[in-house]
């Protein structure tokens, strides 16, 4: 996924401002990971945005009010001046440290989670994932497909970590009953835990958890055609 949203090197900044090129449009998530490590507006000639530059902007700066930051402002560029991005990394520091490493493609495809939206906006979540129980049976395969550990099971309980979702839709792609749906959804991080009963499954006798108290049997015996010998 970074490697296809990582940002081109064509990226310019002079300061703390991104310079405006025609030639390429930003994605808001882009925009936003800037805004975290110190962008403050983007610097245009005398050309004016054009339609898709100002889309993304107004998303942008939509979600940063969400999230109770200042918005990116738009200034003149009246200078010939350029800096690179890493002149422009290494120029911005808080508390005498580096904000960042690199923005250079390579180094963000290196680390997965940095296009994780809320390891920059901390005690805030993007999306939100939503579980229905009645078609859930809890079959845990969205559990081994998650890369990010959104979902766990502890004390006969079901967490659902929000603040860990990016979106990648691999739980809902997967899940053969239809029973997660994502939501982008700006808000406070919350944590979703929903009761389990422990059964024991009347055909093979192995454990397992579900939202049902009348459910008898484990979801690999649910599916199994009764002529397949059991995999137990």
């Known amino acids: 996924m970074s ?4 940002p081109a090197v064509t990226r310019e900044f002079e300061n703390r401002s991104l310079i405006y090129d025609e030639t390429y449009t930003p994605r808001v998530k882009e925009l936003l990971i800037y805004k975290s490590r110190g962008l403050k507006s983007v610097k245009m000639e005398q050309t004016p945005l054009n339609l898709h530059w100002e889309t993304v902007i107004k998303k942008t700066n939509k979600m940063l009010i969400e999230l109770k930051q200042d918005p990116i402002a738009m200034e003149q560029n009246n200078s010939e001046e350029r800096f690179s991005r890493r002149a422009f ?5 808080t508390g005498g440290k580096k904000l960042v490493k690199s923005m250079a493609p390579a180094s963000w495809r290196m680390e997965a989670n940095e296009w994780n939206l809320a390891n920059y906006f901390a005690g805030y979540q993007f999306y939100t994932v939503e579980l229905d129980y009645n078609k859930c049976t809890m079959c845990k395969v969205c559990f081994t497909f998650c890369t990010q550990e959104v979902f766990h099971v502890t004390d006969s309980y079901l967490y659902i970590e929000n603040d860990k979702c990016v979106n990648c839709t691999d739980c809902t792609d997967i899940c053969q009953e239809d029973a997660i ?27 397992f958890y579900s939202f049902q108290t009348e459910r008898k049997k484990c979801p690999i015996c649910m599916n199994r055609d009764p002529r397949w010998l059991s995999p137990y």
Do not use: H, T
């Not at 990394?89 to 520091?93: K, V």
């Not at 994502?182 to 454990?207: M, N, T």
């Open 3 to 6: 490697a296809i949203e990582g």
């Open 181 to 207: 749906r994502i939501i982008p959804d700006i808000k406070i991080k919350s944590e979703l835990r929903s009761p389990l009963f422990s059964k024991e499954c009347q055909d093979c006798g192995q454990s």
């Open 89 to 93: 990394l290494s120029s911005m520091r």
